[in-house]
C-alpha cells in the first residue's frame, strides 16, 4: 500500500521553452496522433482498384472529418480537374436526354456559345426569311405553280369541251355540266331528250369525271411540288443563314467529337422544324432556345485539382441528384434542362465524404450507392420513382460513368454492424482508417497541441493564448484523455474549450487569454451539462441516499460507480453491504439473482468465490451462506471495478470486525487477490471528495485504487489541493490484503509452511470464524439426517 502525495497527483505539464504565446507559434499544418489513419488513407486513395474505398472509424469530436477534408484537400490540389458533364437534347428520343463529357471548363464555355449562338442563328434565320431575296424567290415559285396549275385546268376544260361538257371549279369542289346546242343541259330539257342521247350525255359525263379526277391529281401534285421546293427553299435559304454561325462553333469545339456531332444533329433539326418561324401560335425564339440550352450539368471549371466534395445530409436527392418540373397549364412538364447533380455526380473524379450514419438511415441511400459504386454508372432517377412511390413518365437521362473514391466517416460500432450484417460493405470498403482518440504526451505532441490553439485563434478569430493559458488547455486535453501521460485527440471539444475561453477573457475586457479564462470556461462548460450529478448530491445532502464518510460499521463499504451520460461522467459513491450466516449456498449476489446485473458483473462474482476458496478452504470446505447488495441502486449493474468492495465486505461481515466509512475503494482482482485497473477513476475518486467536502472533510478520508492505475489520476485541482493540506488522502494497493489491513485495522498475516496463519491476524480470524461456520453447517446437517431416520 502507498498513500500518494500530492506531487505525485498534480499534473506538471513541461511546456516546451520556445512557446510563450499563440502571436509567436507556427500554425499546425499536420494532424497530431494520427499516423496510423494518415497511413490508410493514403493507401485507399493510392489504389485505383474498384472497392478500394475508405472508411474512417473514430469517435466523435475527435476531429476525424477536418483531419479527412484537409489531407483530401492538400492531395486533391496537385491532380488534374476532372471533366465537366452536359446534358443535351437527344433528337431521336427527348425523353432520353444526351450526356456529353468535356474538359474542365469547357462545359461552361459551351453552354455560354450555344446560347449566343441559338440567338443568332434563330435571328439569322428570321431575317433571311423576311430578305427581299427570299420574298422573291418565294413568289417565283407561287407564280410558277399558278402557272402550272393555270394549264392544266385551261386543258381540263379543253378536252371536256371536245366532249360537249363543261368544268366549274370553285372552293367546294369540282362540278361537270354538260351541254346541248351550245348551252349547259338544263334538267327540263334532259328529260325531253330521248334514251339514246341520255346514254350518250351519261357516257361522255363519265368520261369527263375520269379526267377532272386525273387532272385534280396533277393539281394535287403541283401543290405538293410547290411545298416540297417551298421547304428546300427555306432549308436553303436557312441552312445558308445558319451555317456559319455553326462552323464557327465547331471549330471552337472541334476536340470534342460529341459536341460536333451534337452540331449536326442541330442543324438537320431546325431544318426539320422551320414550319415554327411561320407560325402565329409559337415564339420561335422561346421553343429554339429550350430545345437546345445546354444544361450545364457538373462545373468542374473553378475547381483547383480534383475535388473534394463534403456531403453531411445524404439524401437520396442530395446525393443522386434529380430531375425538376414546372406546373404548366395545370400539368407538370420537365425536359433535359431540369437535371439536377448530386453530390455524387460533382465529386466524380475526386473524392466525396459522407456521414455513415446519415447514408444508413436515409431510405434507399445505402442500397442505391452500393449499385453505383458495382456497376460504375448513375443513371439520374427521382427517388418517388425509384421508390414505386410515382408511375408517371419521366425522364431517363443517359447514365454517368462514375469514377471517385469515397470517404465514409461512422463510429466504430458502425462499422462493426456493417461489417457483420453487411456482406458487401468489405467488398466497397476494403480500407479502414482508425482515428485515435488519445496520443502519447511528449515535447513534439505538447507543441503541436499548442500550434493548433494558434491554427484555431487564427480561423476563428479569437484572443491570443498567453503561455498560461496555453498550459492550462494542455492540462485540461490531459484530463480530457484520462491518463497522465497522454493527450487527448477529440479536438471538438478542445476547439469548444478554446472559443468560451476567449470569449470569457473578451468579457472581462483582456487582450489575451489567460490560465484563469480557461478555468472559469472549463468549468462552465461543465455547469452547464451537471444538472443530473447535483441532483443526485442533493440527495445525498438530504440523506435520500444513505453512504457513510465517517465512523466504523461492518459488513459495510463505500463503493464507487460512474454514470455517464451524453456530455458528462461523474462518479456516484454507494453502499455495498454484505451478510454471512451457515449454509452452502455460497454468496449470493442479489442483483444477479434479481435479474439487475450483467455478465461482467456475474463473473466478477465468481473470481470472488474462486479467491475466498483458493486462500480459506484449504483444510475445510467453506460453508457460508453470504449476501451482497449495492444499496439503492435500482438499475443493471455491470463491471467488475467493486470486486474489492465485495471482498472487504464479505471479511468483514465473517469477522464482524467493522470497516472503516471514511474510505471508499474501488478496483478489480483477479482469483490470487492481486489488484487489477478499472476505468472512471477520476470521476470516482472526484464523487468521493465531493461527498465528503459536502458532509465535512475530518482529514481520515479518502479512496484506495489499484496500483495499475495511477497513470489514470488526472485529478481536479481542489482534490490535490484537500490532499496537499492533508483533509484527503489517495491510497494505490497492489493487491486486496493491503485494502483490507488499510480498511478494517488488522494486519492481514501470514500463512506458513503448516498452513497456519499469523496469530492475531486479520486471516487467522476469517480462517478460524470459516472453520466455526463449518461445523455449525456439519451440526446442522447431522441434525436433519437424524429427525429424517
Known sequence: MQELDWKELDLQVEMPKKVTSTEKLAELKEYVGQERAMGALQTGLNIDSKGYNVFVSGLTNTGRRTFVRSFLEKKAKGEASPSDWVYVYNFEDPRQPNVISVDAGLGKLFKKEMSAAVELIVSAVSEAFQSDEYQKKLSGLQNEQNSTKKEILEELMEKAKERDYTVQINQTGVATVPNWNGKPLSREIYEELTDEDKEKINKKGEEVRELVNEYVLKLRRVDKDYVEKMKELNKYVASFAIEGHLEELRKKFEQSEDIVEFLGKLKSDILNNLNYFFSKEHDERAFFKRRYAVNLFVDNSQVEGRPVVEEMNATYSNLFGRVEYVARMGTLDTDHTMIRAGSLVKANGGYLILDARTVLSEPYVW????????????????????????????????????????ILIGEPQIYRLLSSLEPDFKKLFKIKGEFDWETRSTSDSIDSICRYVCTAVREDSLLHFNRSALKSVIHRVITLSGHREKLSTRFGKIRDLLIESSAVASGEGKSKVSASHVKKAWEAMERRVSLYRDKVEEMFEEASIVVDTEGDATGEVNGLTVVTLEDISFGIPVKLTAKVVPGNKGITDIHREADLSGKIHNKASLVIEGFLNYRYATDFPISI???????QVYNIIEGDSASMAEIVALISATTGLP???????????NQSGVALPVGGIPQKIEGFFRLCKMKGLNGQQGVIIPRRNYKNLVLDDSVVRAVKEGSFHVWTVEHV??????????????CDEKGQFTSGSLNRTVHERLRELHEISLRSEERKRDRKS
Open 367 to 406: 442500397f442505391t450507392l452500393k449499385q453505383v459504386l458495382f456497376s460504375g454508372k448513375l443513371a439520374i432517377e427521382n427517388f418517388e420513382h425509384r421508390a414505386g412511390f410515382l408511375s408517371t413518365v419521366s425522364l431517363k437521362p443517359a447514365p454517368i460513368p462514375i469514377d471517385l473514391k469515397i
Open 625 to 631: 451462506t453470504g449476501f451482497v447488495n449495492f444499496e
Open 659 to 669: 470497516v472503516k466509512q471514511e474510505i471508499a475503494i474501488t478496483g478489480s482482482v
Open 737 to 750: 490484503d493491503e485494502a483490507l489491513e488499510l480498511m478494517i485495522g488488522v494486519e492481514i498475516g501470514e
